[in-house]
């Protein structure tokens, strides 16, 4: 079985596409693989980001942020997600020399399953979220920032239903 694999780029009413003008806004790449649910969760991240300022890029290679969003139902997906992750590795390694930060993120399925092993085997991962954690990236990024490597793939309960009774 093949893993169905969707670029989605520039999706979300609040996310707009760079045209390659606009050298100063930060840029994320969104790489979408699997299902339905994981392109609207890659809508949700698109969002989430542009409210801090960031638009989508089709390019990796203009990206400032790239994130993988994950399907783990697909055949190997977990290994398609570490060979795509170790080229990423390679680009961030050249961007540091030039003296330019990229970050790396994974979410989805995978990151849901793998949790800490990501960073564990891709030392270049700055970051591993589930679902529950999409809305807050801004806030997530900012502590990446300042030297944390983030793994956020538990569910707080008390973030989703401390309005209930």
Not at 22 to 51: E, I, P, W
Request: net charge negative; proline share 2%; aromatic share 4%.
């Amino acid at each position: 079985m093949e893993l169905n694999t969707i670029e989605s780029h520039g999706i979300g009413a609040a996310a707009e596409r760079s045209t390659g003008t606009d050298h100063a806004a930060k840029k994320v790449f969104v790489k979408t693989y699997g299902c339905q649910m994981n392109v609207y969760d890659s809508q949700r991240m698109t969002d989430a980001l542009a409210a801090d300022g960031y638009v989508a890029t089709d390019a990796v290679e203009d990206a400032d942020l790239v994130l993988l969003n994950t399907c783990h139902i697909r055949e190997k997906a977990a290994e398609k997600v570490y060979s795509e992750l170790g080229r990423i590795r390679d680009m961030k390694a050249e961007r540091a020399e030039a003296g330019r930060e990229l970050l790396i993120g994974v979410a989805g399925c995978v990151a849901q399953a793998e949790g800490a092993e990501i960073i564990r085997r891709a030392p270049a991962v700055d970051l591993v979220i589930g679902p529950q954690t999409y809305h807050r990236l801004p806030d997530v990024l900012a502590r990446v920032r300042g030297g944390e490597k983030i793994v956020e793939t538990e569910y707080a309960i008390e973030d989703k239903f401390e309005h209930l009774p």
